[in-house]
């Protein structure tokens, strides 16, 4: 059994509504463009909807009675409720199968994206090789901290080929895939061996802060404009 647990509480503060205000001019914004993506996953068995802004329930209510609402407390909706706090509630309202957990600020992951990285997680977990999975940005590039270089020697080579330079990983926070015997276990939305899932293009673009919310605006208008 696959779950869906989309989490949209209120109070965004980098981004004031970025659930629901207008979006390239579609209102209901990102939660409605989510939410229609997701009920298209054809390996989902359940949707639910973990929010305290009556707009989302009213949005959702409105698209589909597929979708189950869980109000969630204030104490666990706070901008400075930690992500770990709301791990440790997931097996408190999801008894059994599989947990995806996704975010409406990844509004290019479609319904197709979705399928594969189940598809990928459950074929892993037959054949024992990873235990969970979670979507990243692969990064080999030029990267440094305040000391200098740490994913290339420049002792060695100052400027080398950026198709030789060490993978890096930048989760990007679009999917997570995780048993609830896991998030039980571990206390976390992975477990001790994920497969890292490398989105590329614009499924990888994640909104964050208002520059992002505009950009995305752009090439959502961009992708629908035919």
């Known amino acids: 059994m696959i779950t869906v647990f989309l989490p949209c509480r209120a109070g965004s503060e980098r981004v004031p509504d970025k659930n629901t205000k207008s979006f390239a001019g579609l209102e209901g914004g990102l939660l409605k463009i989510k939410l229609n993506q997701i009920l298209k996953i054809n390996l989902v068995d359940k949707i639910i909807l973990s929010t305290n802004d009556p707009r989302v329930m009213e949005i959702a ?14 104490e666990l909706s706070l901008s400075s409720t930690s992500t770990d706090d709301l791990v440790k509630y997931i097996p408190s309202i999801i008894a059994e199968g599989h947990v995806l957990w996704t975010h409406t600020t990844s509004p290019f992951l479609t319904n ?102 505009e950009l995305a605006e752009m090439i959502y208008k961009k992708l629908n404009s035919n």
Do not use: C
């Open 61 to 74: 209510l409105n698209i589909s009675d597929r979708i189950v609402i869980d109000v969630r407390s204030e």
């Open 112 to 213: 197709d994206i979705y399928n594969e990285a189940i598809k990928i997680y459950l074929e892993n977990l037959e054949i024992g090789i990873h235990d969970s999975l979670m979507t990243v940005n692969k990064l080999q590039t030029f990267l440094w901290d305040k000391n200098g270089s740490f994913n290339y020697d420049r002792k060695i080579e100052k400027w080398p080929r950026t198709q030789t330079i060490q993978e890096l990983y930048e989760i990007n926070s679009g999917i997570f895939i995780n048993s609830i015997e896991n998030y039980a276990k571990f206390q976390d939305r992975i477990a001790s061996n994920p497969y890292l899932m490398n989105t590329k293009g614009h499924a990888s673009f994640d909104i964050d802060w208002p520059e992002d919310f």
